[in-house]
């Protein structure tokens, strides 16, 4: 869809086809305790799902239009990895063998992949 519309269109329409689904979901595990949020805490709450969530979608599909769905959605999986990397240095979280382990695998895979010319028909 991000090739025939554009990001602004793909996001907003993909939340509006998905908003029955959330609607109901929420109303079974909304708790009334929720109003009783700090006014600072709900600010949050709006802040993350429009810049974050919902402003950021439209860079993302846009860059996927541009580079391409295969060659651009890699860049996801790295991500989970620098936030271990940046935990580690930020909040001095301790980083394990395992996590270095599954890090090293996956941008291994990521670089031969890349490698890996995939040809268009």
């Known amino acids: 869809m991000s090739r025939k519309m ?12 998905s908003l029955p689904v959330n609607l109901v ?10 109003w009783n949020a700090d006014p600072f805490i709900w600010t949050c709450f709006i ?9 950021g979608f439209f860079f993302w599909y846009g860059g996927l239009a541009i580079g391409g769905i ?3 959605s890699q860049v996801q999986l790295i ?17 394990t063998l395992m996590n270095m382990v599954f890090a090293f695998l996956v941008v291994s895979t990521v670089v031969l992949s890349k490698k890996m010319l995939v040809k268009r028909h």
């Open 6 to 17: 554009s990001p602004p269109q793909v996001i907003s329409w993909a939340l509006l086809i």
């Open 79 to 95: 991500q989970p990895f620098c936030t271990l990397i940046a935990a580690s240095l930020i909040l001095e979280d301790r980083l």
């Open 47 to 55: 802040y993350l799902g429009l810049f974050p969530m919902y402003l």
């Open 70 to 72: 295969a060659r651009v």
């Open 25 to 34: 979901a929420s109303y079974f595990s909304f708790n009334a305790a929720y």
